[in-house]
């Protein structure tokens, strides 16, 4: 079975620009969470979607978003770049919300500029 | 806030010694505690993880305790091997069965296997 997929897994983009990271949970999950990794915060969690609907949300400002696909795919986006925003993105998936075990993918690197 | 204290930072042991690892949390309604190993490139892989009603757990080399009353996991590798280098993350969770996804991990140890 395939693991979590994430897409593209590096990016760079400049101060003030939007991004946009995809995530395809493994086959028959239905939850996607998603967290930022850093050196000096380690990882957080950003959100949490199910069923196409935001179910959980971190302390993040509202730059930064997301959404779920019927097929369970999940996009986040980050708008108006910060230098701060510069991160290891990750995501993660699981069977359903009253699973805990949560399945990582790569991560996508993002770098500001 | 929910708070996760993982030590040490760094630990550094000789092929075939044990390595422990020790985590704090703060949420008392957490019941859910998985370990990840993230390798150098990667995301975190899931090694082990334990719920509420058990104290210990173990796979091969791997084993977890867990001590409820002082809000304690540890992380224990016997037998250590070089491909165990790597940085290990503790996590805590609430009670699964609101679905409350939300893991709050460690700070990560960095462990380091001399051959």
Redesign the interface.
């Given at each position: 079975k395939a693991g979590?997929t994430q897409t593209p897994r590096y990016l760079i983009k400049t101060r003030g620009q939007q991004v946009t990271l995809s995530c395809s949970p493994i086959s028959g999950h239905r939850?996607v969470?998603w967290?930022q990794q850093t050196p000096g915060q380690?990882?957080?969690?950003l959100f949490?979607y199910?069923s196409e609907t935001q179910?959980?949300k971190?302390n993040f400002p509202g730059r930064f978003s997301g959404r779920q696909f019927s097929n369970s795919r999940s996009e986040m986006n980050v708008s108006t770049l910060e230098l701060g925003d510069s991160a290891l993105y990750?995501c993660?998936s699981?069977r359903d919300?009253?699973?805990?075990?949560?399945?990582?993918?790569?991560?996508t690197r993002l770098t500001v500029l | 806030g929910e708070n996760v204290e993982q030590h040490p930072s760094t630990l550094s042991v000789q092929e075939g010694d044990s390595a422990v690892i020790k985590c704090t949390y703060s949420d008392s309604a957490s019941n859910?505690f998985?370990w990840?190993k993230q390798e150098l490139?990667?995301?975190?892989?899931?090694i082990i993880?334990i719920?509420s009603n058990v104290g210990e757990k173990k796979d091969q080399r791997i084993a977890v305790t867990l001590n409820k009353t002082a809000k304690h996991f540890s992380l224990h590798i016997t037998e250590t091997q070089p491909e165990d280098s790597a940085v290990y993350?503790c996590?805590a969770?609430r009670d699964?069965?609101t679905?409350?996804?939300?893991?709050?991990?460690?700070?990560?140890t960095r462990l380091l296997v001399s051959p």
């Open positions: 979590v939850s969470s967290y380690g990882l957080q969690f949490e199910f179910r959980n971190g990750l993660a699981s919300r009253s699973t805990d075990t949560q399945y990582f993918g790569p991560g | 859910y998985p990840y490139g990667k995301g975190p892989q899931l993880d719920r993350f996590a969770s699964r069965n679905g409350f996804q939300k893991l709050v991990f460690g700070t990560g």
